[in-house]
């Protein structure tokens, strides 16, 4: 029988795909999953492109096997978050404001900061917000630690990952 596994796709060098859902698919009680480089498990990076062979052999020894093209290439940081900004007036550093590389195209963002009892003090719900300015409802913040969140969606071959990250912030006057 032949195993359907998706498509060719490409990841990051040594970024992880999880093939697992491919595999559940099929309701066997056991399978051992070995690709032709000699690695086993649903879930494995590539360190290069290539085409490999995806084999799961099942408790009754019955052999199942398909080829998957893999791109690979070389992926920048894709967020950066600064760690402290200071919006005293000087317009250096004055937004708190994630970074994206241009690599990746996001295609959603929520951005929350939150004070260090974890009362909500900005939210951007889209990409085109500038970020936050250190005001609460249009008084000047205290400075301090500020908890963030940041969950974005962006695309990774053909598919929309989400992606969930958080942090501390110093904000400076």
Not at 40 to 65: P, V
């Amino acid at each position: 029988m032949k195993l359907d596994i998706c498509c060719d796709t490409t990841v990051c060098e040594k970024g992880e795909i999880d093939f697992s859902k491919y595999v559940d698919y099929y309701a066997l009680r056991k399978k051992r999953i070995v690709w032709n480089d000699g690695i086993e498990g649903a879930k494995r990076s590539f360190a290069q492109a290539g085409q490999y062979q995806f084999t799961m052999i099942t408790d009754c020894g019955s052999i199942t096997s398909n080829w998957v093209n893999i791109e690979t290439k070389r992926c920048q940081l894709r967020v950066y978050v600064p760690d402290a900004f200071s919006p005293n007036g000087d317009a250096i550093n004055a937004l708190f404001v994630p970074y994206f590389s241009d690599d990746f195209k996001v295609t959603g963002l929520q951005f929350s900061i939150f004070n260090r009892w974890g009362k909500l003090v900005f939210r951007a719900n889209d990409i085109d917000t500038p970020g936050w300015d250190g005001t609460i409802r249009g008084k000047v913040a205290s400075q301090g630690a500020y908890l963030w969140q940041l969950i974005y969606e962006l695309r990774e071959g053909t598919k929309i990952v989400t992606k969930l990250e958080s942090g501390e912030v110093t904000l400076v006057r």
